[in-house]
């Protein structure tokens, strides 16, 4: 299927994602009674490739009437509802007859390139629906009776979320044969799923599975305004592009208002919406833009498009048959987020992940996105492997990561990782134990503890429990205490009971020479460790933050290890069991952020592929390109760290960029101009190993070419 294109749905909303040349206004009679066949008619002569969008799912009116067995239904035999409508029944006649109806008349009446569905996959895992053929068809497949509720601890539950997936892959593969042998090979059948892989597992789609099926993938933009969104959209990108291998990765990001509220017909920030796209074509991913379902009222959004996709045409040469450059490889497992992270995945398993995403991207660390399937493949390219609380692991997975470093690699890994198997039941003990250098002297803790305050008895009062226990997700007012410790050996003032510790800190406790205390937010359990480990933080319990006069530590020391360092085999380790990854993932405290970078700086011996040096906020992403590499730079200045629309681009400069470039010449630098030409970089210095140059000014973006 051509890449260069236009989506155009019944309803008349277009969206577009291009290649070779700038998109085009698509002028027709919003009135029109086929205005689907006008719009197609027009992208049609303008030599756009259409594919034709729809929204599937729910049950109108009258098909609830006339077809009410085609409805999901609850436990107790009633349809289920969504915004106020009847969702279908992923086994019922909704999706077995009627949607492929639909398919054939769409390929048969207007001849599309393909068919782009939204809500082909049905209502999520918080639904069961109890139908009888959902009831029949579960038994059948698994010999157990339908889960009543949704209960992680129930194994007819977990049974069903496999199921679940099965089911939406047998449906993908349905729909795209159907839409392939229909139109004797010239349409596909694509469903559109969400660039989010927590709503993707919300919504029971197995992103591997998909991505093996489909010759092309749209995602669509459903990060909500947080902290941080733009890093994830890039590490999402790269994830997408490492799995699909060849394939091409569509983005639709919306030209209206989609905040806390969805408004249809007004623009979103211009700002936003650049930022977004760049963010996306950083990742590998192709742009698409969605407009306004009725444009003529507001058209700012079609001015934004204008302009980004004119960038886009002029930059492509240097965006297409790019592999990144990275040293470190980030690991994700669904399976892990789904079976122990379950009804908490985005905390217990998404944060994590998250934090370490915009950990590496503060220090422009170049670095992959690997799916936990990949890992063998992916290590022999490696010298970095970053498990960021991926608890759930199989022994294949566990040999594999202890062989990497056996042999020479670096490992760092957090939280609970590898302290459940592959179907998210605990174990005695880590999986990963002699290489952390680290083992449970306990039963393991409750997998919420981590995201959850611990009330008393807690293991710090006489007679507590290990777990104690547990109520709603909160944030402990606890801390990390650094080793050595410098407090007896400062000017002061001092108190009793401090510490002149001698020796000198680790390199990854660098720049905190001032405090012997750093903020933390979690809870920590007594763990032994092995002999010639180092313990570079220790856990301080929690205590009030209020009211002032009680506001001191109760416990000031134990020693369970929040962080601990060592060598096993050829290979380093770093095992953080202070979970400041999920920290920064949630609320991005400086402190954590600047841990995570110096104990980043150390698994590269401080020698990260891209080094920025300047005031802002700007991230780098590096890839090869045959015998080129290619830099690409977004200003997040203003950006980086809020949580609501990016309402101006703040310019920022000069930089100084000192890429490490190995190579058998010194490269020459070229900036990528806006007209998509190359200009060669006055005074850059370059060897077979470094090449530095100056940026003197970035609004959004810059782009350079070395070679």
Known sequence: MAAQGVVISAGGSVAFYPTEVSSHSLAANLQSPDLYGELKATATRLGLVVVAGIDGGFLDEKQSEARPEWAAMDDTAKPIR????????????????????????????????????????????????????????????????????VDWDDLAYRAWIRWSYDLRIKLWASNQHLATRVSAGSCRWIGLISVSRSERARSLQDLRAICELTPILFAETT?????????DTIAEGDYLGNILRAKTVVLSTPLHFLGQQRFALSATAPAECRLNVLAAIS????PGLEEAEDSSADQRGTATARAIFEWHRVSQPYLIHRTAVARVGLVWSQESADLYGRSQAELLAYMPYAGMVHALSKINASFKCIDIEDLEHELSTLEVLILPNVAAMSEASIKVVRDFVSAGGVLLASGETSLYDQDGEVKGDFGLADVFGVHLTDAAPDRMAAISRITPPSIFEPGGSMVGRLKGPATDHSYLRFSPEFAGRSAGPHKAGERHEPGSRHDILSGFDQTDIVAFGGILFPLRVDPKRTVLLTYVPPFPSSPIDKVYMTVERTSVPGLVVGDYGRGRVAFMPADLDRRFGIDPITDHGAILGNLLRWAMIDQPQVVIDGAGVVCSTLYRQNTKLILQ?????????????????????PLKIRVLSPGRSAPVVKAVDPAGQLAVVPQARTSTHVVEFEVRRIVDSAMYVLE
């Open 223 to 231: 990060f909500p305004l947080r902290k941080g969104r733009f890093r």
């Open 283 to 286: 990742g590998r991913m192709s």
């Open 82 to 149: 969504l915004g106020g409508r009847v969702a279908a029944c992923i086994n019922g006649g909704y999706y077995s007859d009627f949607m492929p109806s639909v398919i054939r008349e769409i390929v048969q009446r207007s001849a599309p390139s393909g068919i782009l569905a939204r809500g082909w996959s049905g209502v999520g895992r918080s639904y069961i629906c109890h139908c009888a053929i959902c009831e029949q068809r579960f038994r059948e497949a698994t010999q157990l009776s339908l889960p009543v509720s």
């Open 633 to 653: 730079l977004i200003n997040l200045t203003g950006a980086d760290n809020q949580a609501h629309p990016v309402a101006r681009l703040i310019p920022v400069g």
